[in-house]
């Protein structure tokens, strides 16, 4: 079971991430990368100055992705509540009995908005043995943000300033058992999301039952049908033999 946090603060709006802005990509991603994944009931958070949830746990991708087409930025107050988001995300795999559980929390931000402080949610994802794997998208400092469009309709940009806190990211990762990443273009992006997914799989399958070693049938039933066919054999000769 797999809960995706993802931050769709107005700074996702950031134009450094092509083809379009970072959000635009982050759901790129999410759809290839996690929607494909059948066995797996993901569910989708969202946040911005608050926390929501936008798909509990479920198979269903198809809905998942109409979900995640629609998600968008200037919905939700804005600002960055990392730890409402990774609180609301935990609280939905708190009832969940799947062998391995984790969140996959993605920001471009520093904490600054929110009522969980991330410290607190983070002990509550160490209490309920819940992987947080964080990504940071971007590397903060000056970043090109749209601003209109000029005389000719064509997009204007300006030079934002976007802090970040990595050491928050990579504290909330280490002390859950998950790690940190950070992506700097989609490229990074995919692959963070691939090394997310394949750490996931591995653990499965170190805490799978061990499974018995299979044995090939196929020499042992044709050594039989050679014994038949020999005794057959012999049973024919003897028959055909003249009695003394």
Not at 118 to 131: F, I, M, Q
Not at 139 to 146: A, E, H, L, N, S
Request: charged share 20%.
């Amino acid at each position: 079971d797999l809960g995706v946090a993802l931050d769709v603060s107005g700074s996702m709006r950031a134009a450094d991430f092509q083809p379009k802005d970072r959000l635009f990509v982050a759901k790129q991603v999410i759809e290839e990368a996690v929607l494909v994944r059948p066995r797996d009931r993901v569910g989708l958070v969202v946040f911005a100055g608050a926390a929501f949830t936008q798909a509990p746990l479920t198979h269903d991708k198809g809905l998942l992705k109409d979900i995640l087409d629609g998600v968008r930025t200037g919905v939700i107050e804005d600002g960055t509540a990392i730890g409402d988001g990774l609180a609301t995300s935990l609280n939905r795999l708190r009832e969940s009995h799947a062998q391995t559980r984790a969140v996959i929390l993605l920001t471009d931000g520093d904490n600054n908005a929110g009522v969980i402080a991330p410290e607190s949610a983070t002990d509550l994802a160490v209490e309920l043995g819940v992987k947080v794997f964080t990504i940071l998208v971007g590397k903060g400092g000056q970043v090109p943000y749209p601003d209109g469009s000029d005389l000719f309709g064509a997009p204007r940009y300006v030079s934002v300033e976007i802090p970040v806190n990595p050491e928050l990211l990579k504290k909330i990762a280490t002390r859950s058992g998950g790690s940190f990443y950070v992506a700097t273009d989609a490229g990074s992006l995919r692959t963070s999301f691939q090394q997310v997914l394949d750490s996931l799989d591995r653990s499965v399958l170190d805490g799978a039952p061990p499974v018995r070693e299979k044995i090939p049938l196929s020499p042992l039933l044709l050594l039989i049908a050679v014994l038949c066919a020999a005794v057959a054999l012999a049973l024919w000769l003897g028959r055909a033999s003249p009695v003394p």
